[in-house]
């Protein structure tokens, strides 16, 4: 008997690792916590010492806070760790990525080919002036060459800057100057749900005001014309081919810039987030090999990400090739040319991990369970989810729809500026609550306090902290280093605020609620929008919500929420009653939303994210702030023109 949604959902239901996922796990037990809280620094050496260092580090952590060394005077180059070693050792057959392009066009890469393909690129670079030091940007789809141009740039040491291949070309005018890059790689264009996004075309406009650009590298893909800038522009097809395949990686410092990366959070100017190299590389790998349970010979990984975020650098390219991965890479949407796209995917290569956002998971839900029901997903073995908080209701479908309730389901919390996952179930070890990230994983430091910084204890709820300092921290923000220090350093003595609220339930178990900016005033009471979100899911006609405070005479803030329903739902008003009330019943009548809008989207950044301050300025009848890092900046307009036209007629 298949069990129900609610007793999966029951209070106090837990979900310890399947026998048979323990019985092949890498870790299955809890002592790695302790062993790692006695001696952290003993067990980030031994984390590193899996990777091949050229030279080796003299101390594990020089601390000063709020800057951190890690691995200091070992030399090491992250190209070499992700591809040579693995060729040396015999492994240069293996498939390093199966590419499936949008179209349906594919490609198969093995370990040796990409190590010739990112030694040829390396070589290109070169020809065209790059020097170690040197700044590259790179504004690309999904293609192969993406996380070629990435290890192209570690091989030879030239810190890269990754451009989402959606951004406008403001954002990649601003992120260019930011940088001071040298190059640009890009491409004609991207393909995306059947249609082609022009990067050439709004590259130019960027790099039109981008004086630090000398020459700009483009990759034919979608081979529509394209404005072209003789002595500038470089055809990829005419430069790389041509390239020797031998190119020695250059052995770089472990505390040598890898790459930049911009965040904007989801309100203020970009941050150009600085990661090295030895202890980003050390803890990506460990994690990625310790939270997915990888077993390099056997599994077909996927992480359905963009390189273009945090995610795909560290879980796409450098954290699973440095493990010796057998990965997917997919090109385009997930509803291209059908909903069941990520399916059929899953089936042709029997992918055995998959990693997703919530976002994802909803618009799954939303689309109903008979898109994975064609398909056959026995291959998957473990689950994993990312980028906001998921609700129970998504984690639970996620475990029934797409793991056949045989799959652990790792929840990962971490940010760009942590660089590799900080929060998240051991998959053999921890046993689970669907929507709770659980713990801190061993070597992490991590509490929850309040306003005056002290921890709250269990149960209770507050802000996030990082309580010591961890390999893979960011180094600093670009050419700002006070910022860094105000932005994370400042808040709570001595401790990192990730700006996240979360909470801690009788267990320790940690729950993830979304940023503190993002929190609710409503009547003196503080209310997360997670919960309010989450309550919403919770209703069987509801696919996805997000919810924001609206200045309000009488309660300071009141709760207007966007509501995008399940396939088979119609919007009414009786629906409108049916979900205040069920909000009410499930946190309380202070967490009922004055307004419900209907909508199809939401707006969302890039990687999934909703935007609720464009929400916001919707519901207040605001003008609308910076929409560029939005995936599909007309969503936000038609929303706000109904949101409007609805509280006209309720007038
Ligand atoms: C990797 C990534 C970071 C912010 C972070 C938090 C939210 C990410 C989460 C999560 C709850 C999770 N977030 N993972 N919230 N549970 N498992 O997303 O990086 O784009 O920098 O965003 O995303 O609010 O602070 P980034």
């Given at each position: 008997m298949p069990e129900t949604i609610e007793s999966l959902l029951a209070e106090g239901r837990t979900f310890p690792p399947p026998k048979d996922f323990k019985a092949d796990a890498l870790v299955v037990d809890a002592e790695i916590y302790d062993e790692a809280d006695t001696d952290t620094e003993g067990f980030w050496?031994?984390?590193?010492?899996?990777?091949?260092?050229?030279?080796?580090?003299?101390?594990?952590?020089?601390?000063?806070?709020p800057f951190?060394?890690?691995?200091?005077?070992?030399?090491?180059?992250?190209?070499?760790?992700?591809?040579?070693?693995?060729?040396?050792?015999?492994?240069?057959?293996?498939?390093?990525?199966?590419?499936?392009?949008?179209?349906?066009?594919?490609?198969?890469?093995?370990?040796?080919?990409?190590?010739?393909?990112?030694?040829?690129?390396?070589?290109?670079?070169?020809?065209?002036?790059?020097?170690?030091?040197?700044?590259?940007?790179?504004?690309?789809?999904m293609v192969p060459e993406l996380p070629m141009a990435l290890l192209a740039c570690a091989r030879i040491g030239a810190p890269h800057s990754v451009v989402f291949g959606g951004f406008?070309?403001?954002?990649?005018?601003?992120?260019?100057?930011?940088?001071?890059?040298?190059?640009?790689?890009?491409?004609?264009?991207?393909?995306?749900?059947?249609?082609?996004?022009?990067?050439?075309?709004?590259?130019?406009?960027?790099?039109?005001?981008?004086?630090?650009?000398?020459?700009?590298?483009?990759?034919?893909?979608?081979?529509?014309?394209v404005p072209w800038t003789d002595g500038?522009?470089?055809?990829?097809?005419?430069?790389?081919?041509?390239?020797?395949?031998?190119?020695?990686?250059e052995p770089m410092d472990a505390e040598d810039l890898l790459y930049l990366l911009y965040t904007s959070g989801t309100t203020a100017k970009p941050k150009g987030i600085m990661h090295t190299t030895g202890g980003y590389l050390t803890q990506v790998s460990w994690t990625h090999s310790h939270v997915f349970d990888l077993h390099s010979d056997n599994d077909v990984y996927w992480c359905a990400a963009d390189v273009g975020w945090v995610t795909g650098h560290s879980y796409i390219v450098y954290g699973p090739l440095a493990n010796r991965t057998t990965s997917v890479l997919y090109e385009g949407t997930p509803d291209f040319p059908d909903k069941d796209r990520l399916w059929q995917i899953v089936e042709k290569y029997k992918v055995t991990i998959l990693y997703t956002a919530p976002t994802a998971i909803r618009t799954f839900m939303k689309w109903g369970p008979e898109w994975p029901e064609k398909r056959d997903l026995s291959s998957l073995r473990l689950l994993g989810s990312v980028g906001e908080p998921i609700n129970p209701e998504a984690w639970v479908w996620y475990w029934q729809h797409i793991g056949g309730g045989r799959c652990p389901v790792v929840d990962t919390w971490w940010q760009t500026e942590t660089g590799a996952i900080m929060i998240t179930p051991l998959p053999g070890a921890t046993t689970l609550k669907p929507g709770s990230a659980t713990f801190p994983l061993p070597g992490i430091g991590a509490d929850v306090v309040d306003d005056a910084g002290n921890s709250v204890g269990i149960p209770g709820g507050g802000y996030l902290v990082l309580t010591r300092p961890w390999p893979s921290m960011l180094r600093g923000i670009w050419g700002d280093?006070?910022?860094?220090?105000?932005?994370?350093?400042?808040?709570?003595?001595?401790?990192?605020?990730?700006?996240?609220?979360?909470?801690?339930?009788?267990?320790?178990?940690?729950?993830?609620?979304?940023?503190?900016?993002?929190?609710?005033?409503?009547?003196?009471?503080?209310?997360?929008?997670?919960?309010?979100?989450?309550?919403?899911?919770?209703?069987p006609a509801v696919a996805e919500a997000a919810v924001v405070g609206k200045t309000d005479a009488t309660t300071g803030q009141a709760i207007a929420a966007f509501v995008i329903l399940r396939?088979?739902?119609?919007?009414?008003?009786?629906?409108?009653?049916?979900?205040?009330?069920?909000?009410?019943?499930?946190?309380?009548?202070?967490?009922?939303?004055?307004?419900?809008?209907?909508?199809?989207?939401?707006?969302?950044?890039?990687?999934g994210k909703i935007m609720r301050r464009l929400l916001k300025d919707v519901?207040?009848?605001?003008?609308?702030?910076?929409?560029?890092?939005?995936?599909?900046?007309?969503?936000?307009?038609?929303?706000?023109?109904?949101?409007l036209a609805q509280a006209t007629e309720q007038d």
């Open positions: 050496a031994q984390a590193a010492a899996a990777l091949d260092w050229f030279e080796e580090w003299h101390t594990v952590c020089e601390w000063d806070l951190a060394k890690w691995f200091v005077g070992g030399k090491l180059n992250a190209s070499y760790n992700c591809l040579d070693r693995h060729v040396a050792a015999g492994h240069g057959d293996q498939v390093a990525y199966h590419w499936e392009g949008e179209p349906g066009d594919t490609r198969t890469i093995t370990y040796s080919q990409l190590l010739d393909e990112v030694s040829r690129l390396a070589n290109a670079l070169k020809a065209l002036g790059v020097e170690k030091g040197d700044r590259v940007n790179i504004y690309l789809g406008s070309a403001d954002s990649l005018r601003d992120r260019i100057n930011d940088a001071q890059a040298k190059v640009l790689i890009t491409g004609d264009g991207a393909w995306r749900r059947g249609a082609v996004v022009p990067l050439k075309d709004t590259a130019d406009v960027a790099v039109a005001e981008c004086p630090s650009i000398e020459k700009v590298l483009v990759l034919r893909r979608t081979e529509q014309d500038r522009d470089v055809w990829w097809h005419d430069l790389v081919p041509e390239q020797s395949t031998e190119c020695p990686p280093p006070e910022r860094y220090k105000e932005t994370y350093w400042s808040r709570f003595d001595g401790k990192y605020f990730a700006g996240d609220g979360a909470k801690r339930d009788a267990d320790g178990y940690f729950w993830l609620l979304g940023r503190v900016d993002d929190v609710m005033l409503v009547s003196g009471h503080n209310i997360s929008t997670a919960e309010v979100e989450s309550a919403l899911v919770s209703h396939s088979g739902n119609e919007p009414s008003d009786a629906l409108v009653d049916e979900l205040r009330d069920h909000v009410g019943d499930t946190i309380g009548p202070i967490a009922k939303p004055k307004s419900i809008l209907f909508t199809e989207d939401l707006p969302k950044t890039r990687s519901s207040e009848d605001h003008a609308l702030g910076d929409t560029t890092t939005l995936a599909d900046p007309s969503v936000v307009e038609g929303i706000k023109s109904r949101y």
